[in-house]
């Protein structure tokens, strides 16, 4: 089924002007804060603070996805990476439970590759694992926010996150958008939910089992 809002004035402009009109000015209000973040994340990672990768946007384009480098690439004797555990620090671990590893994404926003509300952009290798139903995900714009990350984020199903993803495709609204961003400042001030249980971050998506329903968990 298609996004029955896809034709709506909103979909089409309004959250493009929407995305601009609160992206930008966040963007100059989080600078000086981004500056010492900067500053730290470089010298904790021996220059490096900016992470860069390449994830699927809109119809799956491909597009660079910016974040501070929390984790360390620190690595074992055989010069493979630590699991993430080991390679996120203190100065890490604080930034991600505050959520301000996001703030480059705004840059992301302006630049049009997202908005500030959708399905989070996750790897370019899960592409061929999702099903044609949580494939409709790229419908729309991926975002920094979204209808999965106010009711669970990381510590639901990936089934979970891909139905409450396609819910949100198919009930867009300029009124459903304000709802999550409202939402959001919620749980990145509680710091809510921001890795799988008993994991530094989350798992990796490695298919849904054919048997598996997309059950949604009770909804924000």
């Known amino acids: 089924m298609s996004a029955p809002a896809s034709s709506s004035w909103y979909v089409r402009r309004g959250k493009?002007?929407?995305?601009?009109?609160?992206?930008?000015p966040a963007l100059l209000l989080a600078v000086p804060l981004l500056l010492p973040l900067a500053l730290a994340l470089s010298l904790q990672n021996r220059g490096a603070w900016l992470f860069r990768q390449r994830r699927p946007g809109l119809h799956g384009r491909l597009f660079t996805f910016y974040k501070l480098q929390t984790m360390t690439s620190r690595r074992d004797a055989h010069g493979h990476l630590l699991p993430d555990a080991d390679r996120l620090p203190p100065l890490g671990r604080w930034i991600r439970a505050t959520s301000l590893d996001e703030l480059p994404q705004l840059w992301n926003v302006l630049r049009g590759d997202l908005s500030l509300v959708g399905p989070r952009p996750l790897l370019e290798q899960y592409l061929p694992l999702y099903s044609p139903e949580q494939a409709r995900r790229h419908?729309?714009?991926?975002?920094?926010?979204?209808?999965?990350?106010v009711n669970g984020r990381n510590a639901i199903s990936w089934e979970q996150k891909f139905a409450l993803d396609?819910?949100?495709v198919d009930h867009l609204s300029f009124g459903l958008d304000?709802?999550?961003?409202?939402?959001?400042?919620?749980?990145?001030?509680?710091s809510h939910d921001i890795s799988a249980p008993g994991q530094a971050t989350t798992t990796a998506f490695t298919g849904s089992p054919p048997a598996s329903s997309d059950q949604l968990p009770p909804l924000a």
């Not at 493009?16 to 930008?24: I, K, M, P, T």
């Not at 419908?139 to 990350?149: D, F, K, L, S």
């Not at 709802?179 to 509680?190: C, E, K, S």
């Open 178 to 190: 304000l709802r999550i961003l409202a939402l959001t400042v919620g749980r990145v001030l509680g």
């Open 166 to 168: 396609v819910w949100y």
């Open 139 to 149: 419908e729309v714009r991926p975002g920094i926010t979204g209808w999965a990350q």
């Open 16 to 24: 493009r002007l929407l995305d601009v009109a609160l992206a930008a």
